[in-house]
Each structure stands twice: as C-alpha cells, then as structure tokens.
C-alpha cells in the first residue's frame, strides 16, 4: 500500500511539473512558431502593390543610330528602350527579361522613388529570356528595397488571381490585374528555334515596357516574369518562377546557363497525322521531323520525317513515352527535357514506327550557342 502511493504522489508530481513546464513557455515563442506554420494569407490588391512597389524598377537601354545615317534630330539621337525588373536579392541583383537588355553590357535602372543606378548585365539565357544584372555603384546596406520572393509556379491553377507591376509604356509604377488562363504554355522564341517550357498564359495586360517586371500571386509572391503580350487581344505569357529559381542562381555565378538538347523537332500528333502514319486517329505522341546530324537523337536512331515525291512530309518516329513517362503533346517532351533532365544525363525515348514500338537509349547533349543576332529577340 505504501509503495502505491508512493507511486501515486510521483505521477501527480511528474503531471504537476509537466503542466508547469507547458504553461511556463513564453507566449512571444507561441506566437512565432505560429507564425512560422501559418503560410501566407492572401492580400488586398492595395496591400500588394505597397508591399513591392519599392522592388519593381525601370530598366533604360540606350540605342545607337543606325550606321551610315545622319541623325536629323537630337531625339533621333538619343533612342532607348524601356522594360521593367525586379530586386532579387541584397547584393544588388534585379532580375529582367534577356530583349530588354538585349547586347548592352550596362543598363540603367531606375526605382519608384527616383533613385537611379547603372547596372552591368551579369549574365543571359536567350533561351529561356531570363538575364540578371548586378548594380556597379556603391550603394549601403538597406538602402535597395527588399527582394521580392519567389513563389511556386508549379502549383497554378487556371482561375487564379495574379498581379502585374511594372512599366508600360514608360509609365512607371503601373499595375494589372487579372487570372492564370492556363500553364505549361510553349513561348517560341523569335528566330531561335527553341522555345520556354511551362510558360504562364494570362489575360493580364502585357504591354510593352511590361516586359521583365513579376507576375505576383495574392500573396505578393514572384510567379513569373512577364515576357510577352499579344495584341489586340490581350493575351499575356511569362516565365515561370521555377525557371527563375534554377536559372538565376547560375547566370550569377558564370553568366550563362547550360540547357540540355536532343537534337530534334516535332509536333504532337494530331488525327489528321496519325493517320497519314497509319495509326489509330486517337493515338497520342510527338512526330519527329527533323534530326540534326550528329546530334544525340542522330547517334541514337531516332528517325525524322522524309519528302516524298509529292511534297508530303512522312514517316517519322512516333515518341509515346520518355523514360516511361507518357509524353502526350511536344510539351510534355520540352518540360521533361528541361525541368528533369541535365546535359550528360541519359535518357530512354519509347517510339513507334511501322507498328513497332523500340526504345532507344541516347546522352543527352548540350544545346547549341545561339548566334548573337538571336540575343535580342523577344518572344
């Protein structure tokens, strides 16, 4: 009896130090791990333009004259071209579209609140219309605005809300609104022959001067660069915010980004094709066209389209599948190739010609070097 209770008065002491111990933690700590489990609440339009106002800037590029000609007037003479940016980090970085800077190696960058810089383009990815540049003048800590953060963009959802602030037509500080008209969009880019996977497709104004400043989600964070409208129709493209994640950090370190590359182009399949290929109209895949010779898709079989004697595109592999993976549309192969894939990585392409279905094993290479006419394109 005497060893129960005992027992008893240790528990009751145990239970007494241990609600003590609870109700003695801080209520300041409470509250901060509250704070840090709770995600974002979603803002007020007003709320997000003061929250990064301070953080969109202007971006100048001075134009030359053209060679050989006399300027007829001083405003012929001092062209520029205006677009937008971002404050990416506290080391002086802003973040813009690659046709803003387009070949300048300095630029200027101008805040909200008048503060002007000059700016070196630090580096430049033409194939995903990113650039990164760096401010060259002294400048003391907190003296920039706050970096924007990057939010998700893989986690859109056609339907939600978004945000653009930049410079439309040299009009600073300007801001749309609107919703995400669909993702996974494939931007070509002008006359490379390349084109950004998973791009935005929104219905907020792009405007020129536009170009470079974030697409926010309702909680103030980066989902994408706006890159490209078309008009008259108001359709607006931006760069995703995960391409701004994987790119940036390397255009910082060595000024440019290395992008895997197989070698080919194709188009999804549609039941017109599929039957000129002798499939079922529903079949789903990527024609192959063309083959680069020597490429990674040359060395490993892979078959491109052929011109018969009437002029008729035929018989090019089929891609149903990359690396098990079903691939439905081109985008599906770009996006895959991109996002999951690296230069020196193998991969398997699952095709199918002639009633044959093969798999063919290939390294993926290293996507060619654009020439520099292509550096200034937009999309």
């Known amino acids: 009896m005497k060893n129960s209770l005992s027992y008893i008065v240790c528990q009751m002491v145990v239970s007494i130090l241990i609600v003590v111990s609870i109700t003695s933690i801080p209520t300041n700590l409470h509250v901060s791990i509250s704070a840090q489990l709770e995600p974002p609440q979603p803002l007020s339009l007003n709320d997000i333009f003061n ?3 301070n953080s969109v800037v202007q971006i100048t590029r001075s134009i030359p004259p053209p060679p050989f000609t006399v300027p007829s007037t001083e405003r012929e003479e001092n062209l520029t071209s205006l677009g937008s940016g971002f404050v990416y980090d506290n080391e002086g970085h802003i973040v813009t579209n690659n046709h803003v800077v387009a070949n300048a190696s300095t630029v200027d960058i101008t805040f909200i609140d008048g503060n002007r810089y000059t700016a070196n383009v630090t580096g430049r990815d033409v194939y995903s219309d990113l650039a990164v540049l760096k401010i060259i003048e002294n400048f003391t800590e907190g003296e920039l605005a706050a970096p924007l953060i990057l939010g998700n963009s893989s986690e859109l959802k056609v339907g939600d809300e978004v945000v653009a602030i930049g410079n439309p037509f040299g009009l600073e500080g300007s801001m749309t609104t609107g919703i995400i008209s669909q993702t996974n969009r494939l931007l070509p880019i002008q006359g490379a022959g390349f084109s950004v996977p998973n791009a935005i497709q929104t219905d907020t104004l792009i405007n020129p001067g536009n170009s470079g400043g974030p697409l926010l989600n309702m909680k103030a964070q980066v989902i994408g660069v706006n890159s490209a409208g078309i ?30 590359w197989l070698g080919i182009t194709g188009i999804t399949l549609t ?14 895949g990527v024609l192959v066209d063309t083959i680069v010779k020597h490429s990674p898709a040359d060395t490993a079989g892979i078959n491109g389209s052929i011109t018969d004697q009437y002029g008729d595109r035929v018989g090019g592999d089929v891609i149903t599948a990359v690396d098990g993976k079903p691939v439905i549309r081109m985008e599906d192969l770009i996006s895959y190739l991109e996002t999951q894939k690296s230069v020196g990585d193998n991969m398997i392409l699952t095709v199918t010609k002639d009633g044959k279905v093969t798999e063919k094993e290939m390294t993926i290479g290293q996507r060619p070097t654009p ?3 292509y550096l200034s394109n937009p999309p």
Request: net charge positive; aromatic share 8%; charged share 20%.
């Open 51 to 53: 929250k990064v106002e």
């Open 231 to 260: 008009f008259p129709s108001g359709i607006g493209f931006a760069i995703p915010s995960n391409a701004v994640s994987r790119i940036i950090p390397m255009l910082i370190k060595t000024g440019n980004y290395t992008h895997p």
């Open 271 to 284: 039941s017109d094709l599929a039957q000129r290929e002798g499939l079922e109209r529903n079949f789903k």
């Open 371 to 373: 020439p520099p006419s």
